[in-house]
């Protein structure tokens, strides 16, 4: 990411030799770019977590382990494992431990018969690969990648097997 904004902002100056308060601009704002990309999302230690959010979440994930915290804007994620062999797990609450979306790895045989259907049915000879299973305001999806020799897909559908987003990776 970094390189293509250096070389557009070399690319606008280069164009613009004449101006140099508008080169001064574009590397002002590039280097403003480069610092607040990391501010976006931010680590966090749990105690800096507010307690009704704590709580919420292990209410619902009690066997929770490996929890890392980060705050997105006003959203507090919880990246964890549960199980004996580590499934990856995300969690994402509002400020008020209301749980607003909730995802899990999940093997490709969980996925419904429907989802399997409309894949081979699309995509003849691909394999599923990294499916989960994503809960947001009481509806669940399913995303995953579909893979062959030549292309990879990322999919996301509904439990009826309707694509709700495709995009060629």
């Known amino acids: 990411m970094f390189p293509n904004l250096y070389r557009f902002a070399f690319l606008l100056c280069s164009t613009l030799?004449?101006?140099?308060?508008?080169c001064k601009l574009i590397w002002s704002a590039f280097v403003l770019a480069l610092t607040?990309?990391?501010?976006?999302?931010?680590?966090?230690?749990?105690s800096q977590v507010p307690a009704v959010v704590v709580n919420s979440f292990q209410q619902k994930f009690p066997k929770a382990k490996k929890v890392d915290w980060e705050l997105k804007g006003n959203v507090y994620e919880a990246e964890f494992e549960t199980g004996l062999f580590g499934i990856d797990q995300e969690a994402w609450f509002q400020h008020n431990g209301k749980l607003l979306r909730y995802k899990t790895e999940i093997n490709k045989r969980e996925l419904p018969k429907s989802v399997l259907d409309r894949v081979k049915r699309d995509f003849p000879g691909y394999r599923?690969?990294?499916?989960?299973?994503i809960t947001a305001e009481q509806k669940v999806s399913y995303a995953f990648e579909v893979k062959s020799?030549?292309?990879?897909?990322?999919?996301?559908?509904d439990p009826q097997g309707n694509i709700l987003t495709k995009v060629r990776d």
């Open 17 to 22: 030799k004449n101006r140099i308060m508008n």
């Open 36 to 46: 607040t990309t990391g501010a976006i999302a931010q680590d966090i230690p749990q």
């Open 128 to 133: 599923i690969e990294d499916a989960k299973k």
């Open 149 to 157: 020799r030549k292309e990879e897909w990322k999919l996301v559908l």
